[in-house]
């Protein structure tokens, strides 16, 4: 039988837990069930000694879950709410990208946060995990049947084991520049990985660099330096520019050049008065004022002179995104050249700078970061 390690507070979820055991059991799965419960003997806890207790709780689970992959182990499935969601949430995120883990939880929040650099599948019980009942059951017996298909297989290969590829970061506003790039790979026999650069993707970008997984990396698609320093929402990556930094490096302003914001009806008013567009019908994009491109430019000069590998920047002076282009309502030729003028300030003088006439999307742009990549690789 298949083992899979099952994190939940047994003290109070000792029903749930016993439920969902019987059916991974019906389909072939053993369960080891680690207890991540406080057990604080009844005492209410106040913040600072509750979040220290919780931390202490997860790195015990993490050291007993760490043994029993090396071991057997599958997989790993959390069950909980609060408290317990969190606790299990941080042992889950401490594991391997790609070892399997599903989280059954009823925490109504956005999971991009705690999961954008690990592979954790958010399986929403929508009932509080407080009693069985006919919603919950359903929700638990479907969770027994996906780990039993995800875990089944025998043990995954860890990220370190797979081929390296080339790390390329994208958005649907650059993806006319990302797919010619991948053809090109292709083309030569090499494989790409390409990350979404929405404030999210950068943080599984930088995690696989961290891991030995790219043999270059083509930041195509800086936009996230807007969310992290104007106005956007996005996770902790504190690595996103400097992870892989010993790695041959092409970097363009790709997405730079607007800040990606909610459903238009949520945006703040005074980026309603600047031009702007609804990408979809949840997001909403927002041209950068001049100010704004010095300073996303000038940061992203910082990050890029900290690195030890070789670099090359190019720059797209016939548009930055899908929708700075000729009519765009976006496009901003003046706004480029603020772009251009602050890297050459503020880059290093054995970093490259190759300004363009073309839109990011044409032919010369791909075939100019091939040749570039070409050159700073050998």
């Given at each position: 039988?298949?083992?899979?390690?099952v994190?939940?507070?047994?003290?109070?979820?000792?029903?749930?837990?016993?439920?969902?055991?019987?059916?991974?059991?019906?389909?072939?799965?053993?369960?080891?069930?680690?207890d991540?419960?406080?057990?604080?003997?009844?005492?209410?806890?106040?913040?600072?000694?509750?979040?220290?207790?919780?931390?202490?709780?997860?790195?015990?689970?993490?050291?007993?879950?760490?043994?029993?992959?090396?071991?057997?182990?599958?997989?790993?499935?959390?069950?909980?709410?609060?408290?317990?969601?969190?606790?299990?949430?941080?042992?889950?995120?401490?594991?391997?990208?790609?070892?399997?883990?599903?989280?059954?939880?009823?925490?109504?929040?956005?999971?991009?946060?705690?999961?954008?650099?690990?592979?954790?599948?958010?399986?929403?019980?929508?009932?509080?995990?407080?009693?069985?009942?006919?919603?919950?059951?359903?929700v638990?017996?479907?969770?027994?049947?996906?780990?039993?298909?995800?875990?089944?297989?025998?043990?995954?290969?860890?990220?370190?084991?797979?081929?390296?590829?080339?790390?390329?970061?994208?958005?649907?506003?650059?993806d006319?520049?990302?797919?010619?790039?991948?053809?090109?790979?292709?083309?030569?026999?090499?494989?790409?990985?390409?990350?979404?650069?929405?404030?999210?993707?950068?943080?599984?970008?930088?995690?696989?660099?961290?891991?030995?997984?790219?043999?270059?990396?083509?930041?195509?698609?800086p936009?996230?330096?807007?969310?992290?320093?104007?106005?956007?929402?996005?996770?902790?990556?504190?690595?996103?520019?400097?992870?892989?930094?010993?790695?041959?490096?092409?970097?363009?302003?790709?997405?730079?050049?607007?800040?990606?914001?909610?459903?238009?009806?949520?945006?703040?008013?005074?980026?309603?008065y600047?031009?702007?567009?609804?990408?979809?019908?949840?997001?909403?994009?927002?041209?950068l004022?001049?100010?704004?491109?010095?300073?996303?430019?000038?940061?992203?000069?910082?990050?890029?002179?900290?690195?030890?590998?070789?670099?090359?920047?190019?720059?797209?002076?016939?548009?930055?995104?899908?929708?700075?282009?000729?009519?765009?309502?976006?496009?901003?030729?003046?706004?480029?050249?603020?772009?251009?003028?602050?890297?050459?300030?503020?880059?290093?003088?054995?970093?490259?700078?190759?300004?363009?006439?073309?839109?990011?999307?044409?032919?010369?742009?791909?075939e100019?970061?091939?040749?570039?990549?070409?050159?700073?690789?050998?």
């Open positions: 039988m298949s083992k899979v390690i994190l939940a507070t047994v003290a109070t979820k000792s029903e749930e837990v016993d439920f969902f055991v019987a059916r991974l059991a019906e389909c072939g799965m053993q369960a080891q069930i680690l991540i419960s406080l057990n604080t003997g009844g005492v209410i806890l106040g913040g600072k000694e509750k979040c220290h207790a919780m931390d202490q709780v997860a790195q015990m689970a993490l050291a007993q879950v760490d043994a029993a992959r090396m071991e057997d182990a599958q997989g790993v499935v959390a069950i909980g709410g609060g408290t317990g969601g969190e606790i299990a949430l941080q042992v889950l995120r401490a594991l391997p990208i790609h070892f399997p883990k599903i989280m059954v939880t009823t925490l109504p929040f956005d999971p991009r946060f705690v999961v954008a650099d690990n592979s954790i599948i958010i399986v929403p019980t929508l009932a509080d995990i407080s009693g069985l009942n006919a919603t919950l059951r359903e638990l017996a479907n969770a027994a049947l996906m780990t039993s298909g995800l875990c089944g297989r025998g043990k995954k290969d860890e990220l370190t084991r797979l081929n390296r590829s080339v790390g390329i970061t994208g958005l649907g506003a650059t006319g520049a990302v797919k010619p790039l991948l053809k090109k790979f292709s083309q030569q026999g090499r494989e790409a990985t390409v990350f979404h650069a929405n404030g999210f993707g950068g943080a599984a970008f930088a995690r696989f660099a961290q891991q030995d997984a790219f043999d270059a990396i083509i930041d195509l698609t936009h996230e330096l807007t969310r992290i320093y104007l106005a956007g929402v996005h996770a902790d990556m504190p690595t996103r520019f400097s992870a892989g930094g010993s790695l041959p490096r092409i970097v363009l302003p790709g997405g730079m050049n607007f800040i990606g914001l909610g459903e238009k009806s949520l945006v703040q008013s005074h980026y309603l600047r031009p702007h567009y609804e990408h979809s019908g949840l997001f909403t994009h927002v041209k004022m001049a100010e704004e491109m010095a300073l996303v430019s000038t940061q992203l000069a910082v990050h890029l002179n900290a690195l030890a590998g070789p670099c090359s920047v190019i720059v797209p002076m016939g548009g930055f995104s899908h929708q700075d282009c000729a009519g765009g309502p976006i496009e901003d030729e003046d706004l480029r050249a603020v772009c251009l003028e602050t890297l050459r300030r503020h880059l290093r003088d054995n970093i490259t700078i190759t300004p363009i006439d073309a839109h990011i999307f044409a032919p010369e742009i791909t100019a970061i091939m040749s570039k990549l070409a050159d700073i690789s050998s």
